[in-house]
C-alpha cells in the first residue's frame, strides 16, 4: 500500500544514495528572474549548458510593475535582474514569457494555465510556492539557487525524502468559508513549524469538492505551515482541468489515477479537522498561524506574541472587526487566478470602496487579465474606486514598486505576512478574496457574509 507521495517518488528515483536520500529526476523546472541569475552564471564559470532546455520555463514576475509595463522599468536593480533574464534564456535556449508577452504572468499562475503543470509530475522553481502545483497530484517543492543550477546542468536533484502526512477535512463549510480561509484556519491550529519535514496531501469532501484554483491556493499555502509541500489526490475535477488545456490520452489518464494514494496505506502523521468549525478568517500578528475567526479578538490566536502585537499596534482585547484599514491587495499566486477576481468583484459589484482606502486588483497573469477584460471585472472595479493593474507579484512582496507604505494596515490575498514583507513598516492582514472585498468598501476590516447573498 502506497501513497500518492510516494508512487510519484519511486517513479522518479534515478538513483538511491543512501538510505533515504535519492537522485530524483525532474520533470518540469520553472525559473523567474530572481533565484536564476546566479544560477546562470555558475553553468558559465564551468563551461555547461542547460541539460533539458525543454523542460524549463522561465517568466518575469517578482521585479515587474504592475503599471505602465511598455515603459522601461525605472528601479535599477529590477530591470537589472528582468534584463539578466531575458539574456540568460536567449543565451541558453530556454523559453521566457517576459513583459508584455501574452503568456507572462506568476509562475504559479501560468504554469497550470498554459497546461505545463500536469499530475504525476516532479515540478520544481527557486520559489518557496512552489507547492502550488501540487494542487495536481504532483509533486512540487522550492529549491535554492544552487539546486536551480543543478536541475539546469541535469534535470536531477539530491533530495531528503520527506515524511508523510494527511490532513482531512470532512463536512459542510460555513457561509463565507473559501480556500483561503480552510489553509489559514489549518495553519492556525498547526502552526509555522506544524509540517516540517513533511509531504502533506489533503483528504476528505471539503478538498474534493474544491475547483482546482481553490486546490491551488490550499497547496500554495503549505509552505507556511512548514511543510516541504502540499498534493491534492487526481479525479475528474484535476482531469477536467488539464484536458482543458491540453490533449490527453485515456492511457495517460488512467496511469494518472493509478497513482492515487492505495486504501489503507500507511501516512507518518495524520490530522483531522470539521469543517463546520471553519469560519472567515484574518491574520493579526506576523506570520501566518495567527489567524482568527473576524468576530475574535487578537488574543484569540493562539501563536500571537508580544513581539507581534507591537509590531501591528494591537492590544490583545482588540476585536479585529473593529480595526480601520488603509490598503487592500487582491492579487499574487495565492489568490491572482479568475475565480479569486470574480469573487471579489461579486461583492464589490454596485458599491464604492471606502475613501480612505486605497485598493489593488493585480491579476495573476495575462490570460487572467484578459478573461477579467472579458467579463468585465474590470470596469466592476474600476467603477469601485479599486487601481485594476497589470500581472505580476505585485504587493505580495517588497521587490518592485507596489509597497504597503510604513505603518499603514493591508488587508492582503497574498501569502505572507512578515515584518517588512510588504515594505518596511507595512502591517499586513491575510485574508480571502472576498473579505479583502469587503473591508475595502468599509474601511475596516468586514466579514464578507454581509456581502452575500
Known amino acids: 500500500m502506497k501513497t500518492l507521495f510516494d508512487k510519484i517518488w519511486d517513479k522518479h528515483v534515478v538513483k538511491s544514495i543512501t538510505e533515504g536520500v535519492d537522485v530524483v529526476f525532474i520533470d518540469q523546472h520553472f525559473i523567474h528572474e530572481v533565484t536564476s541569475p546566479q544560477a546562470f552564471n555558475g553553468l558559465r564559470e564551468k563551461g555547461q549548458k542547460v541539460f533539458r532546455p525543454e523542460r524549463t520555463l522561465a517568466t518575469a514576475d517578482h521585479n515587474v510593475p504592475t503599471i505602465n509595463q511598455h515603459l522601461p522599468i525605472k528601479d535599477k536593480a529590477s530591470f537589472h535582474q528582468v534584463e539578466s533574464l531575458t539574456n540568460n534564456c536567449k543565451e541558453f535556449g530556454v523559453e521566457l514569457f517576459g513583459i508584455g508577452h501574452k503568456n507572462q504572468g506568476i509562475v504559479?499562475?501560468?504554469?497550470?494555465?498554459?497546461?505545463?503543470?500536469?499530475?504525476?509530475?516532479?515540478?520544481?522553481?527557486?520559489?518557496?510556492?512552489?507547492?502550488?502545483?501540487?494542487?495536481?497530484?504532483?509533486?512540487?517543492?522550492?529549491?535554492?539557487?544552487?539546486?536551480?543550477?543543478?536541475?539546469l546542468a541535469s534535470q536531477c536533484l539530491v533530495l531528503n525524502r520527506p515524511k508523510s502526512m494527511k490532513i482531512e477535512v470532512n463536512g459542510t463549510l460555513n457561509k463565507g468559508v473559501t480556500a483561503k480561509d480552510v489553509v489559514l484556519y489549518i495553519i492556525s491550529k498547526l502552526g509555522t513549524e506544524g509540517g516540517t519535514g513533511f509531504f502533506v496531501e489533503y483528504v476528505g469532501n471539503v478538498f474534493s469538492e474544491m475547483s482546482m484554483e481553490e486546490r491551488m491556493t490550499v497547496c500554495n499555502m503549505s509552505i507556511e505551515m512548514g511543510a516541504r509541500g502540499g498534493m491534492v489526490g487526481i479525479d475528474e475535477v484535476t482531469i477536467n482541468y488539464?484536458?482543458?488545456?491540453?490533449?490527453?490520452?485515456?492511457?495517460?489518464?488512467?496511469?494518472?489515477?493509478?497513482?492515487?494514494?492505495?486504501?489503507?496505506?500507511?501516512?507518518?502523521?495524520?490530522?483531522?479537522?470539521?469543517?463546520?468549525?471553519?469560519?472567515?478568517?484574518?491574520?493579526?500578528?506576523?506570520?501566518?498561524?495567527?489567524?482568527?475567526?473576524?468576530?475574535?479578538?487578537?488574543?484569540?490566536?493562539?501563536?500571537?506574541?508580544?513581539?507581534?502585537?507591537?509590531?501591528?499596534?494591537?492590544?490583545?482585547?482588540?476585536?479585529?472587526?473593529?480595526?480601520?484599514?488603509?490598503?487592500?491587495?487582491?492579487?499574487?499566486?495565492?489568490?491572482?487566478?479568475?475565480?479569486?477576481?470574480?469573487?471579489?468583484?461579486?461583492?464589490?459589484?454596485?458599491?464604492?470602496?471606502?475613501?480612505?482606502?486605497?485598493?489593488?486588483?493585480?491579476?495573476?497573469?495575462?490570460?487572467?487579465?484578459?478573461?477579467?477584460?472579458?467579463?468585465?471585472?474590470?470596469?466592476?472595479?474600476?467603477d469601485a474606486g479599486f487601481e485594476f493593474r497589470e500581472p505580476g507579484c505585485s504587493a505580495c512582496l517588497a521587490m518592485n514598486d507596489d509597497k504597503i507604505p510604513s505603518g499603514a494596515i493591508c488587508v492582503s490575498t497574498s501569502n505572507r505576512n512578515f515584518e517588512g514583507r510588504q515594505g518596511e513598516g507595512a502591517r499586513t492582514l491575510l485574508s480571502s478574496p472576498i473579505t479583502a472585498a469587503a473591508s475595502a468598501l468599509t474601511g475596516r476590516v468586514t466579514d464578507p457574509t454581509k456581502y452575500l447573498n
Open 242 to 382: 488539464v484536458q482543458s488545456r491540453v490533449h490527453l490520452s485515456e492511457d495517460k489518464i488512467e496511469g494518472w489515477k493509478a497513482l492515487n494514494t492505495d486504501d489503507g496505506a500507511e501516512f507518518d502523521k495524520s490530522v483531522r479537522f470539521n469543517a463546520t468549525d471553519i469560519y472567515p478568517m484574518i491574520t493579526v500578528g506576523t506570520a501566518p498561524d495567527t489567524g482568527i475567526t473576524i468576530s475574535k479578538t487578537v488574543d484569540d490566536a493562539a501563536f500571537i506574541t508580544e513581539k507581534a502585537k507591537k509590531y501591528m499596534g494591537f492590544n490583545g482585547e482588540d476585536k479585529i472587526n473593529q480595526q480601520e484599514i488603509d490598503f487592500v491587495f487582491i492579487g499574487s499566486c495565492t489568490n491572482g487566478r479568475i475565480e479569486d477576481l470574480r469573487a471579489a468583484a461579486e461583492i464589490i459589484k454596485g458599491h464604492k470602496k471606502a475613501e480612505k482606502v486605497e485598493a489593488w486588483v493585480v491579476p495573476g497573469s495575462m490570460k487572467v487579465r484578459e478573461e477579467a477584460i472579458e467579463e468585465g471585472l474590470d470596469k466592476i472595479f474600476i
Open 108 to 151: 504559479h499562475v501560468i504554469g497550470p494555465d498554459l497546461g505545463k503543470t500536469q499530475p504525476g509530475m516532479t515540478i520544481v522553481c527557486g520559489d518557496s510556492h512552489t507547492s502550488t502545483h501540487g494542487a495536481f497530484g504532483a509533486i512540487a517543492f522550492g529549491i535554492g539557487t544552487s539546486q536551480v543550477e543543478q536541475v
